[in-house]
């Protein structure tokens, strides 16, 4: 049997879910028809946009755009910079995933100037740190709710509060899509003007996500076509994505405090047992406040993607830092980012746990990784 421990990667649907998903199949239509068919579909994607507001906490005039993910919804967010008027102005982080970091390099390529602030070693942006690089001539301000390779957790109701005292005008937002599902979320109670959530991060079908944007902030559309979601998102909706993105967030909104209880039971043995079987590895942002699902460590001398190979050919699926860049020889942005070496970085893996995990899982993880680890080394060894 495959033990999965790569949730941080995709989260696939609970069976419950996979069941609402098939009968949705047969009741498809377009929200855009007037016809009865089209009626119905628009009112589940109106449902759907109610469920989303009260799983992050958004008010009732909060505007909810459904996406096809989190990159769809970074890049609306960010091609408001390039809509603004000259000269452009933004300030994020150089941990936050390649679907921020990308479009702001093609910001810059416009001229934007873009300012990156580093984390602390443990992996933390600090408000202390982005607020004093904002000026109130900063269109906007993006830094990740909590990072999809350490786990590490942004404060970002104080960055938020911080940034706002400063430069009341600028636009705040937050890739939020590893928090969901793992920790509570208070959209109405930050001074965020917009989130961003991804279904497959917590259980609905990857290709669909929603941004979260606060009333009385106006967008410029990136994908002009229909009038759908209030003209910033041309394009027939993805109706069977959108019904799964909201039966995960009921589920989320039923059962939190024990999904985020199960989580931290399974990591925490985890990294326990681990660390009594192999004392020399590093848990990245051990000392800060992280998601109670991830694990970032570095077991030195050995390379985290033979590492993740080995583990696969034993049914076990863990990750050498982020998944979407797996498969590239650079090390991890991330780690490097955090002041580790390339050597260390690429000595990393993450593995990030489901809540309906038990805890016993984590003894069979570290087992087998533990049996890798020596095969490796007994092979440096012997070479
Ligand atoms: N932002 C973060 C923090 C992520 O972890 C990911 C996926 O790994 C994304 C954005 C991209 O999400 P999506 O696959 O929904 O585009």
Same mark, same amino acid.
Request: some cysteine.
């Given at each position: 049997?495959?033990?999965?421990?790569?949730?941080?990667?995709?989260?696939? +649907?609970?069976?419950? /879910?996979?069941?609402?998903?098939?009968?949705?199949?047969?009741?498809?239509?377009?929200? *855009? &028809?007037?016809?009865?068919?089209?009626?119905?579909?628009?009112?589940?994607?109106?449902? !759907?946009? =109610?469920?989303?507001? !009260?799983?992050?906490? !958004?008010?009732?005039?909060?505007?909810?755009?459904?996406?096809?993910?989190?990159?769809?919804?970074?890049?609306?967010?960010?091609?408001?910079?390039?809509?603004?008027?000259?000269?452009?102005?933004?300030?994020?982080?150089?941990?936050?995933? +390649?679907?921020?970091?990308?479009?702001?390099?093609?910001?810059?390529?416009?001229?934007?100037?873009?300012?990156?602030?580093?984390?602390?070693?443990?992996? =933390?942006?600090?408000?202390?740190?982005? #607020?004093?690089?904002?000026?109130?001539?900063?269109?906007?301000?993006?830094?990740?709710?909590?990072?999809?390779?350490?786990?590490?957790?942004?404060?970002?109701?104080? %960055?938020?509060?911080?940034?706002?005292?400063?430069? +009341?005008?600028?636009?705040?937002?937050?890739?939020?899509?590893?928090?969901?599902?793992?920790?509570?979320?208070?959209?109405?109670?930050?001074?965020?003007? #917009?989130?961003?959530?991804?279904?497959?991060?917590?259980? #609905?079908?990857?290709?669909?996500?929603?941004?979260?944007?606060?009333?009385?902030?106006?967008?410029?559309?990136?994908? /002009?076509?229909?009038?759908?979601?209030?003209?910033?998102?041309?394009?027939?909706?993805?109706?069977?994505?959108?019904?799964?993105?909201?039966? !995960?967030?009921?589920?989320?909104?039923?059962?939190? &405090?024990?999904?985020? %209880?199960?989580?931290?039971?399974?990591?925490?043995?985890?990294?326990? =047992?681990?660390?009594?079987?192999?004392?020399?590895?590093?848990?990245?942002? =051990?000392?800060?406040?992280?998601?109670?699902?991830?694990?970032?460590?570095?077991?030195?001398? %050995?390379?985290?993607?033979?590492?993740?190979?080995?583990?696969?050919?034993?049914?076990?699926?863990?990750?050498?830092?982020?998944?979407?860049?797996?498969?590239?020889?650079?090390?991890?942005?991330?780690?490097? #980012?955090?002041?580790?070496?390339?050597?260390?970085?690429?000595?990393?893996?993450?593995?990030?746990?489901?809540?309906?995990?038990?805890?016993?899982?984590?003894?069979?993880?570290?087992?087998?990784?533990?049996?890798?680890?020596?095969?490796?080394?007994?092979?440096?060894? *012997?070479?």
């Amino acid at each position: 049997m495959i033990l999965d421990l790569d949730a941080n990667a995709t989260y696939a +649907p609970s069976e419950r /879910l996979q069941g609402v998903i098939t009968s949705a199949c047969s009741r498809l239509g377009n929200p *855009s &028809s007037l016809h009865r068919g089209g009626q119905r579909a628009k009112a589940a994607i109106e449902g !759907a946009r =109610e469920v989303i507001r !009260a799983l992050v906490g !958004a008010g009732s005039n909060d505007t909810v755009v459904f996406t096809s993910g989190a990159t769809e919804c970074n890049n609306l967010i960010l091609h408001q910079v390039s809509t603004a008027q000259s000269p452009a102005r933004v300030v994020s982080s150089t941990i936050e995933h +390649p679907c921020v970091l990308e479009p702001l390099k093609a910001l810059q390529r416009i001229g934007c100037t873009v300012t990156l602030v580093n984390p602390t070693q443990e992996g =933390e942006v600090l408000a202390g740190t982005v #607020a004093p690089a904002v000026t109130t001539e900063d269109q906007l301000v993006s830094v990740m709710w909590a990072n999809n390779e350490t786990g590490v957790l942004n404060d970002i109701p104080h %960055i938020a509060a911080a940034v706002r005292s400063q430069a +009341p005008r600028t636009l705040i937002h937050s890739d939020s899509a590893q928090l969901i599902g793992k920790l509570p979320v208070d959209f109405k109670r930050s001074a965020l003007d #917009a989130m961003t959530i991804s279904g497959h991060k917590f259980g #609905a079908l990857p290709g669909v996500g929603a941004l979260i944007v606060r009333e009385g902030v106006s967008l410029a559309p990136q994908l /002009l076509g229909g009038p759908q979601e209030q003209k910033l998102r041309g394009g027939t909706e993805n109706l069977l994505g959108i019904v799964s993105l909201a039966a !995960a967030a009921n589920e989320v909104l039923e059962t939190l &405090s024990e999904r985020t %209880i199960a989580m931290a039971a399974v990591r925490d043995r985890f990294e326990v =047992e681990l660390r009594r079987a192999l004392p020399d590895i590093t848990i990245h942002g =051990e000392r800060a406040a992280r998601l109670p699902n991830t694990s970032s460590i570095t077991i030195p001398n %050995i390379r985290g993607d033979d590492l993740v190979v080995a583990l696969d050919l034993h049914g076990v699926q863990i990750s050498s830092g982020a998944a979407c860049s797996s498969g590239k020889p650079e090390p991890s942005h991330v780690l490097l #980012a955090l002041g580790q070496s390339e050597e260390r970085a690429r000595s990393t893996i993450r593995v990030s746990f489901r809540a309906d995990q038990g805890a016993e899982v984590a003894s069979r993880a570290v087992e087998v990784l533990v049996a890798a680890v020596s095969r490796m080394h007994s092979t440096v060894r *012997s070479v």
